[in-house]
C-alpha cells in the first residue's frame, strides 16, 4: 500500500465506496422516482405542490447554506429570490415572442445582479456586527419591495407582470403525445424544475461536503480558532454567501417560470423571510435535508390547510371572524413559527442527528 | 496649561477643537443643499413635513433604542405595537367618535378631546400588547440575539395577519378631526396644521422623556442599566420589572406614534408596522442604541432627508436613508450619541 | 467564633460545563477584613459572584447571618445587606459622581445624610468631581467611587473584588487606606491578587485552589509561610 492515510481520507473512502448502498441513497433514489411519477396524477394541485417544494427547496437550502452554515442571519434571501423572478418575467414579457436565449439572458442577468450585490452584502457581513447586519439586509430587502412597486415603468407596479415562456414551455404549445400519454407545457416546465432543483440541490451538498464546507463548519463553530489556524475566514463565508444567494436567484427563476406570474408582494415581499426561516427552522438549521421536510411541510400546509380550516369553520357558528380566521390561515403558520424557535429550535432533521450521536457515542461508552 | 487640566482636556470629549467645528458646520450645511433644486417656499414646506415626520418617527425609535441600550434587545414586534396603536386608536376610536359627530366636523373643544381620546387609546393598546409580547416571547429567547430577531419577526408577521382578521386587509380611510384638518398659509409657505400638532406632541414627548430619565430616579436606574445591567442588579434594583416597565411605556409610545402616524396619512394598512419598524430601525441605528437624545436627531435626520429626496428622485427616498445607515454604520458604528462599545 | 455574618457550605458552582467551585466551605466572622487568595483561576472571584448570586450555585448553601441567600437574585441579596465592587469596577460613566452615589442608595433620608458626610470624609476626591461625569475620573478614582458605592448604605458586608487592577502602586495605596478607614465600619470580604495590599489591610485570609479552600488564618502569620506563599500564590 502506499503512504498510510490519516483517520479523516480514511473515513471518507469508506464513505464513498458505500455511498450507493446506504440507506440514505435509496431513499433519495426513491424520491426523484416518485417525483417522476407525479405529473401522472391526474389532481393539478398535486403538481402544482410537488413543483413548489422542489424549487423552494433549492430557494430554503440555500439559505441554510447561508444562516445554518456561515451563522449570518440576512433578510435579503427574498431579495436574490425576487430579482430572478422578475428577470426572467421581465425579459420574456417584453420581448413579444419569447425565445430560448432570453431565458439564458435572464437567467445571466439575474446571476451578475444577484452576485454583485451578495458581493456587497459579504463586505458588510465583516465590517458589522451580526444585528446591525440583519437590520440593513432587512432595510434593503424592503428597498427593492418598494422599488418592484414604484418603479411601475420597469416592473409595471403593483400589478405584477404576466408572460410566457419560450418553446415547449410556452403556454400555447401544443403538447406532445408519448406512449399515449400527452405531454403539455407545464409538464415540460415541471421536468425541467425537477432537474434543475435535483442538480442545484446535489452541487449544494457537495458544497457543503467540500473542504470549503468543512472549514465553513469550524469558522461557525469557533470562529476564533479558524483564525488561529490560518483559514481566512472572510473569504470562506464570501464564497458560501454569493453561491447561497445565486441559488435563491435561479430558484426565482424557476418559480417565476412556474407560475408564469410575479409581482412585487409574492417575489419581492419581506415577510416571505419567515415563511423561508419557518421551513429552515422546521427541518433543522444546519442540515440541508432538513430544508426538503420543512418545505414539503410548509407547502402542504399551504396547500390543504385553507381547505381544512373552511370544513371547520363551516362546522361552526357562522360568524364574519371566524370566516376571517379561517382565511388568514397564513397566521397560524406563523404561531408555529415563533413555537418552532422557542421549543424545537433544532427542527426535525437536527433533532434526529442529535439522538443518532447520542446513541452512537454512548454506545462506545463501556457499561461497568 | 498645568498637568491637571491638560489631563482634564484629554479626558473631555466636550473641547474645541478644529475638526469638530468642521464636522458641525458641514452637517449643518448639508441640510440647506436641497435649496439648490428647490424653490424657498417648497423647501420650508418640505422642512416642515420632515420634521413632522420626524417627530412620528421619534415616538418609536425612542421607545425602541431604550428598550435595545437596556435589555440588548432588537425588538421588531415594535412594529406590531405601532401599528396596534394605528388600527385601535387612530381608526377605530375615531370612528367610534365620529357616530356622534366629534371628529370630522366637530368644534375645536371636540377635535382636541378625538385626538387625546384616540391617543390615550394607542398608547393603552400599545402598553398592554407590549407587555404581553415581554411576558410570553421575549422572555423566553433573552440573551440569544438570532432567536431574538427571529421571534420578533415572526411575531410581527403574525400580528399583522391578525391585524387583517380583524380589520380586513385593505388600506382604511382614517378620519382627521376637524380643527387639524387643512393648512396655514404663512408667507406662502402651506404649513399642514396636523404636521404642527405632531411636532409639538413630539417636542413634548421628547421633554416628557428627558425630565423622567433626567430627573426621577427611575430614569435614573434605566440611564445606569443601559450602560451596565450586572452593577444596577448588584445595587439592589429588581432589573426584571425595570425592564417590564420599559417595554410597557416603549409600547405605549410607540402605539401614539401608529395613532399620530395614521392620522397623517389619513389611511390605515396592515403592513404600517413592517414598513415603520424599518424607518425606526434605520433612526435607531444612526442615533445609537440606547440614546433617547440621539434617536431624535436621528429621526430629524431621516425624516428630514426622506421628504427632500422624496421630492426630486422619489423612488430612491428609502434608499437615500438606508444609505445614511450605511455610512454611518462604517465610520461610526455607534451612532450619532450613542457610546462606544469596546469589545 | 460567636455566628458568623456570612456562612458557605461545600458550595459547588458550574458555568456551562466548567466545574469552578468544587465545594467551598468558608465562615467569615464580623469585623474583620478577611483576603481570598489564590492564583489565576482558583475561584476567588467566582466564590464572590455566587455569594452575590451572578453566578449559579448548583449545590452547597450559602448563609448570611444564618438566613439563606443562595439562589436568591443579586438585587435581593443586595437589599439583605451585602454591597459589591465588581472587577470592572462598575462605575456608571454617563452619570455624574453624585449620581452614582444616589443610585446606590436605597433609602434617601437623614441616615443617608451622615452615610455622605462620611464619604466626603473618606473619599475628598469624590468631593471635588461632586458633579463631574464619573467617566471622566481616572483609574484610581473610579475604584474609589465603586467602592463608595457599595458603601453609602451601611452594609453589613462589602465584596470587592480585584480593586488593585490596572492601578499605579501609588493609587493602590491609596485604595488600601480607604479599605482601612472602611474595615472600621463594616466586614469585607477582598479578592486581591496584589498580595502586598493584601497585607497591608487584611486580618485574615483563605487561600483556593480548584475551586477549593486549601488554607486559612490570620494575615500576620501568612506573610512568614513562605512555603504557602510560593506554593499557593507563586510568589516569593
Known sequence: ???????????????????????????????????????????????????????????????????????????????????????????????????????????????????????????????????????????LADFFHLLGITWSDLTLGEDGVTFNLPGIFNMNWAGVRFLDIHFSARMMIYYFILLVSV?????????????????????????????????????????????????????????????????????????????????????????????????????????????????????????????????????????????????????????????????????????? | MDAEAAATQLQDPDGFNMKRLVTWVCSIGIWFLPLIWVDPTTYMVLTVAGVAFGMLLFMVASGMTVIFGLMDIL????????????????????????????????????????????????????ALLGIIIERVIIRGVYGDHLKQIMITMGVLYVMTEVTKIFWGANPEVVLVPMTFQGSYDIFDVIVGKFRIAAIVIGVLMFAGIQVVLLKTKIGLIVRAGVENREAVQTSGYNINRIFTGVFTAGGALAGIGGTMWCVFQQQVYPDIGLENIIFAMIVVVIGGLGSVTGSFLGALVVGLSFNYVAFLLPKLALGVNILIMVVVLIIRPWGLMGEKQGD | MTEPILSLKEVHSHMGQHHILQGVTMDVAAGRLTVLLGRNGAGKSSTLRAVMGLNPVTAGEIRLEGHRIHGLKPFAIARLGVGFVAEDRAVFYRLSVEENIRLSMFKENSRAGERMAMIHELFPDLKRFWHAKAGLLSGGQKQMLAIARAFVNDHKLLLVDEPSKGLAPIVVGQVGESLIKIREKTTVILVEQNFHLANMVGTHFFILDDGRIVHQGLMEELAERQELKQRYLGIG
Open chain 2, 75 to 126: 425588538n421588531l414586534a415594535h412594529g406590531a405595537l405601532f401599528a396596534l396603536g394605528a388600527y385601535t386608536g387612530g381608526y377605530w376610536v375615531l370612528n367610534l367618535l365620529e357616530k356622534w359627530g366629534w371628529v370630522e366636523y366637530g368644534t375645536v373643544m371636540q377635535s382636541i378631546w378625538s385626538l387625546v381620546l384616540a391617543i390615550l387609546t394607542g398608547a393603552a393598546a400599545g
Open chain 1, 199 to 368: 442538480i442545484l440541490f446535489l452541487c449544494l451538498v457537495r458544497f457543503v461536503r467540500s473542504p470549503v464546507g468543512r472549514v465553513l463548519k469550524s469558522i461557525r463553530d469557533n470562529e476564533q480558532r479558524s483564525t488561529a489556524l490560518g483559514y481566512k475566514t472572510f473569504r470562506y463565508q464570501l464564497l458560501s454567501i454569493v453561491f447561497g444567494s445565486s441559488l435563491a436567484s435561479l430558484g426565482g427563476i424557476l418559480y417565476a417560470m412556474w407560475l408564469g406570474f410575479v409581482d412585487p408582494d409574492s417575489a419581492l415581499g419581506v415577510f416571505s423571510m419567515v415563511d423561508y426561516l419557518l421551513m429552515v427552522i422546521i427541518g433543522g438549521l444546519g442540515t440541508l435535508y432538513g430544508s426538503i421536510i420543512g418545505v414539503a411541510f410548509f407547502i402542504t400546509t399551504q396547500a390543504w390547510l385553507p381547505d381544512l380550516l373552511k370544513g371547520i369553520a363551516a362546522l361552526l357558528p357562522p360568524s364574519e371572524i371566524i370566516a376571517r380566521i379561517a382565511e388568514r390561515w397564513m397566521a397560524f403558520l406563523g404561531l408555529l413559527f415563533i413555537v418552532a424557535i422557542m421549543v424545537f429550535p433544532k427542527g426535525v432533521v437536527g433533532t434526529i442527528r442529535e439522538r443518532l450521536s447520542i446513541r452512537k457515542g454512548a454506545g462506545r461508552v463501556k457499561r461497568t
Open chain 1, 1 to 139: 500500500m502506499g503512504h498510510d492515510l490519516n483517520p479523516v481520507q480514511q473515513q471518507r473512502l469508506v464513505e464513498q465506496k458505500t455511498r450507493f448502498s446506504r440507506p440514505s441513497f435509496l431513499v433519495q433514489v426513491a424520491l426523484v422516482l416518485l417525483l417522476l411519477m407525479v405529473p401522472f396524477n391526474p389532481s393539478f394541485r398535486v403538481m402544482d405542490a410537488a413543483a413548489k417544494i422542489m424549487l423552494f427547496t433549492v430557494v430554503v437550502a440555500s439559505y441554510d447554506l447561508i444562516l445554518g452554515y456561515t451563522g449570518l442571519l440576512s433578510f435579503a434571501h427574498a431579495m436574490f429570490f425576487g430579482i430572478g423572478a422578475y428577470s426572467v418575467a421581465l425579459i420574456c414579457y417584453h420581448s413579444g415572442t419569447p425565445q430560448w436565449y432570453h431565458l439564458f439572458l435572464a437567467t445571466g442577468a439575474s446571476l451578475i445582479l444577484s452576485v454583485f450585490l451578495a458581493l456587497v452584502l459579504a463586505f458588510f457581513s465583516l465590517r458589522t456586527k451580526a444585528i446591525f447586519f440583519a437590520m440593513l439586509s432587512l432595510a
